[in-house]
């Protein structure tokens, strides 16, 4: 019987050699949680919300109006919310902003920069980088970089691809534009180096989970079905946890939001009750996601 080539092979055909050459491509190396973190605060926060806007629909395609007017409300209603709740804590925070969402509306980066908050990279028009040609990846990428820092008035250091959907060529093209970060793979709950066929490259992830994702408990798809059933009482809850147990560890507690789900009337509640919470703490700093991974990286 004549043997499968490698390229029809099942994964459950491969020999040992090329599933350990997968799982290596890209890996977690070194943990980087510091003895303590700026100004001997015990737990790191680390809040973003993912701007995406009109994006999440005009990348494939823009057909439906319905869901662009969802995002839209992410500029009309959200951010605002969100900027003056964050200003009234007096938080800094870090916005991941597709390309076009920030050509879209350049004056909310300018002013988010301008209170201080991080504005980090979010792809082009939240495409899918697992569906891009390399070069391709990498054109939008660097043009999305070149966009960011015309509009906002600084050079992005991080990146969080859109969807957290990381190409086998996404960490090489982060290594060569020389970017501090990562936010967008779920390894560990503290920073870590990553590690690129076995060699470390310098990039640290910051890292995400769907768990302390907005999106997971609170959007709604009315043609997948997909429906949100957990109360904000309910995520406030989780997200409490999610602190509590950072807090005891003295890692980081990191949060992904986005201003189209948590700005809503019923939703900012929760962003405020969660920072009333984890003010009572002593020794908490609130930092950007290039703060905290900075800190972390230069202790570690």
């Known amino acids: 019987m004549e043997e499968p080539s490698k390229a029809a092979m099942e994964p459950w055909q491969w020999p040992e050699a090329q599933w350990r050459r997968v799982v290596n491509g890209v890996r977690a190396g070194t943990s980087l949680r510091p003895s303590s973190w700026q100004n001997g605060a015990r737990c790191a926060v680390a809040l973003s919300f993912d701007s995406d806007h009109e994006t999440a629909e005009l990348r494939d395609g823009g057909r439906s109006i319905s869901v662009m007017s969802q995002g839209q409300y992410g500029t009309r ?8 709740l964050l200003n009234r804590f007096d938080v800094k925070a870090t916005f991941f902003v597709p390309a076009v969402a920030a050509l879209l509306y350049p004056d909310e980066q300018r002013q988010l920069a301008e209170d201080g908050h ?23 990428q660097m043009r999305s970089a070149d966009t960011l820092e015309r509009i906002s008035g600084t050079r992005p250091v991080g990146i969080r691809t859109p969807s957290w959907d990381f190409s086998p060529n996404t960490l090489k093209i982060t290594k060569e534009m020389g970017l501090l970060y990562d936010s967008s793979l779920m390894a560990d709950n503290d920073c870590y180096e990553l590690v690129m066929d076995g060699e470390p490259t310098g990039i640290i992830e910051l890292p995400v989970e769907w768990i302390r994702d907005d999106a997971a408990y609170l959007h709604m798809d009315r043609w997948s079905g997909l429906r949100p059933y957990i109360a904000p009482a309910d995520v406030l809850g989780i997200f409490s946890k999610e602190f509590e147990l950072a807090y005891s560890e003295g890692g980081i507690f990191q949060l992904t939001m986005h201003p189209d789900i948590i700005g809503h009337r019923s939703r900012i509640w929760i962003l405020e009750e969660l920072i009333r919470t984890i003010r009572a703490r002593p020794d908490v700093w609130f930092g950007t996601h290039a703060d905290v991974v900075r800190h972390a990286k230069a202790a570690g």
């Open 77 to 84: 209603q959200g951010v605002p919310r969100i900027r003056a």
């Open 118 to 140: 991080e504005i980090a990279l979010h792809g082009w028009i939240h495409e899918r980088n697992t569906l891009l040609p390399e070069q391709a990846e990498r054109d939008l």
